[in-house]
C-alpha cells in the first residue's frame, strides 16, 4: 500500500526552464510534506517542506504547492539549472498524530530530474 | 550544521555473516532512523528509535535489528545477511517534528 506516489520515474526540462515535479498521497492523517533532493552516492538532502495548514512555501528558486483536497503536491523549480539534476524524494509525515507514526516519514520511489544545458 | 555519518561507506559481506552498520549523529537529535534505498522502490523505512533503547519497527524490519544503547549512535544489525539485502543503507536523524537529516549511505552488497 504506497500512500506516498510519485508517478513520474524521470522528468527532462531544457535549462532556464520551469521543472514541476508532482506528488501525490492517500492517507488524510498526514500533515507535513518535504521535498528532497539526492545525488548518486550521497544521502538526501533536505529541500523545502509545507505544512498542511498552508498552501504555497517559498525558498528562493524552489516553491512548494499543496493541495489538501486533492491530496497532491507539487515542487516548482525556477530557473531549472544543471546542477539541479538529481532525483528528488517527496516524503510525508503525520506530525500531529500519535505513537510511531508522528516521528517517522513515508517516501514516495522518486523523481529523476535531468535538466540539460 | 548537522553531521550524521555512517561509518562505512562500502561493505561487502558474505551470505550468513553477522553484519553491524554503525551511524553517529552530532546535534543531539532524539530521533535515529534506518531506511534502505533500492531502485525503482524509493526509500523504505527499516527501524527508528525515538529515545535511547527505544525502538520501533518500521515498514520492511524482518531480518534486521537495531540497537540505540546511546543518544547519539543507532546501529542495524542483520543477524544472518542474506542476498537480498544487498543495498544502499541510509541512517537518519531529527528533532521531533522536523526534517529528517541523512548520512551519506553504506554501501552493502552481500555475496
Known amino acids: 500500500d504506497q500512500q506516498v506516489k510519485q508517478n513520474s520515474p524521470s522528468l527532462s526540462v531544457q535549462e532556464g526552464r520551469i521543472s514541476i515535479l508532482n506528488c501525490d498521497y492517500t492517507?488524510?492523517?498526514?500533515?507535513?510534506f518535504l521535498w528532497y533532493k539526492k545525488y548518486p552516492a550521497e544521502g538526501p538532502t533536505f529541500l523545502i517542506s509545507?505544512?498542511?495548514?498552508?498552501d504555497k512555501n517559498e525558498d528562493g528558486r524552489f516553491t512548494v504547492f499543496l493541495n489538501k483536497s486533492a491530496k497532491h503536491l507539487s515542487l516548482h523549480i525556477v530557473p531549472s539549472q544543471p546542477g539541479d539534476s538529481a532525483v528528488y524524494f517527496c516524503a510525508a509525515s503525520a506530525f500531529g498524530g500519535s505513537g510511531g507514526s508522528n516521528y517517522k516519514l513515508t517516501f514516495g520511489k522518486g523523481t529523476l530530474l535531468t535538466v540539460n544545458p | 550544521d548537522v553531521k550524521v555519518t555512517q561509518s562505512s561507506r562500502y561493505l561487502v559481506k558474505r551470505t550468513g555473516e553477522k553484519v553491524f552498520l554503525e551511524c553517529v549523529q552530532d546535534m543531539d537529535h532524539e530521533n535515529m532512523f534506518w531506511y534502505r534505498q533500492d531502485p525503482g522502490l524509493g526509500l523504505r523505512l527499516i527501524y527508528f528509535?525515538?529515545?535511547?533503547?527505544?525502538?520501533e519497527k518500521g515498514d520492511i524490519p524482518e531480518g534486521y535489528s537495531v540497537s540505540r544503547e546511546k543518544k547519539e549512535r543507532f546501529s542495524l544489525i542483520l543477524e544472518s545477511a542474506s542476498t537480498n539485502q544487498t543495498s544502499m543503507y541510509l541512517c537518519?536523524?531529527?528533532?521531533?517534528?522536523?526534517?529528517?537529516?541523512f548520512g551519506n549511505g553504506t554501501r552493502l552488497t552481500v555475496t
Open positions: 509545507i505544512s498542511s495548514i498552508k
Open positions: 492517507n488524510s492523517m498526514f500533515d507535513y
Open positions: 528509535s525515538y529515545d535511547v533503547k527505544m525502538k
Open positions: 537518519a536523524s531529527s528533532l521531533t517534528g522536523q526534517a529528517n537529516h
